[in-house]
């Protein structure tokens, strides 16, 4: 979770979309929020698709996350931005499970392995959404297929994502209709990317006897090389938007 949280430090977004293709689907999914509307993220990061969704339409929503420092971070922004109407709870989703069918937008964005993975995720927000309402994912896609070398540095199974095109046949498979996708482009991916690195170069930096940040100095290593030398072209993200029947 250090990792996480010191890579991620200055960033909204946790994660490589941009902000404008962010506020794309928030246009989508608004309308069907307008009247007493409820949304949930799953692994909600510091809340931004949360409160930009209360932003626009006043909707109430609720935000789970594990990570303490992420949550702190979300109800500071909540209450500036969007008060009284987001609660934001640390916790994993197995601690936290919904009643069927009781909110118009679930979403989780970067953080499938909650559920064990895409189609345990995808089916997880189908029963948390009322009928007619929305699901958003954010996942990973192979752009092109990785080597060996990369998928070391990644920690990763070739197996474990696939391309766009089954990530988005795997929403319509789990019974839902994808009515918006974005794909993280190459400048979001850099900016993300190098911020995360400077991050953990100016954790280490600062922090020089601590094995810890020895340890997070290491995987920032591995990290931009890996990227530089395979993954800017080999692993894409996307944000999905469907609708339930």
Known sequence: MQYTTVGHRGMAICN???SDQLDEVIELLAPTLARNGRAIDIGCGKGELLIR???RSGCAGLGIDPNPEFIAEARAAAEKRVPGLIQFVEGKAEGHVPSPG???V???VGATHAYGGTQGTLAALVR???PGGYVVLGDGFWRRPPDDAYLEELGATRDELGPLSDLVLGVESAGLEPLQVVVARDADWDRYTWTH??????HARNHPDDPQAA???ARRKAGRNGYLRAGRDVMGFALIAAKRA
């Open 215 to 217: 340890r997070l100095w």
């Open 128 to 130: 948390t959404t009322r």
């Open 16 to 18: 490589p979309i941009g």
């Open 106 to 108: 679930s979403a989780v």
């Open 53 to 55: 969704l209360a932003e």
């Open 102 to 104: 009781s909110y118009d």
């Open 197 to 202: 690195l400077r991050n953990l170069e100016a």
